[in-house]
Nanobody, 131 residues
């Protein structure tokens, strides 16, 4: 089961780096996704990264501000969040997709921002962006 850390309270324009550990490298996961849920809202996909070739995807709301990366040696995936906005507030979760997704047309692996394909959810880490 994944475990998130690194959340906290930050002012608008600030930065945080979230970590996702406890990943099942030995069980052969294929992608890790970051999701967030604000009070009263549905969980939404933020970013994901494939374990094989490091292909990434981002939601439009965070593109250009957030960067996902992985350290295979540490079995850890990071989410660097810069220029944070109040609307980024929420509980952030990471999880693993155990299905391999390969595009024969592009010759690359890809990941999805759909929570339904992910498993092994952590307890989440709170991110609050407020002045």
């Amino acid at each position: 089961q994944a475990m998130e850390s690194g959340g906290g309270l930050v002012q608008p324009g600030g930065s945080l780096r979230l970590s996702c550990t406890g990943l099942g490298f030995s069980s052969g996961y294929y992608a890790v996704g970051w999701f967030r849920q604000a009070p009263g809202k549905e969980r939404e996909g933020v970013s994901c990264i494939t374990s094989s070739d490091g292909s990434t995807d981002y939601s439009d709301s965070v593109k250009g501000r957030f960067t996902i990366s992985k350290d295979n040696a540490k079995n850890t995936v990071y989410l660097q969040m810069n220029n944070l906005k109040p609307e980024d507030t929420g509980v952030y979760y990471c999880a693993q997709d155990m299905s391999s997704r390969y595009s024969s047309s592009s010759g690359t692996y890809y990941c999805l921002l759909q929570s339904s394909v992910y498993d092994g959810w952590g307890q989440g880490t709170q991110v609050t962006v407020s002045s």
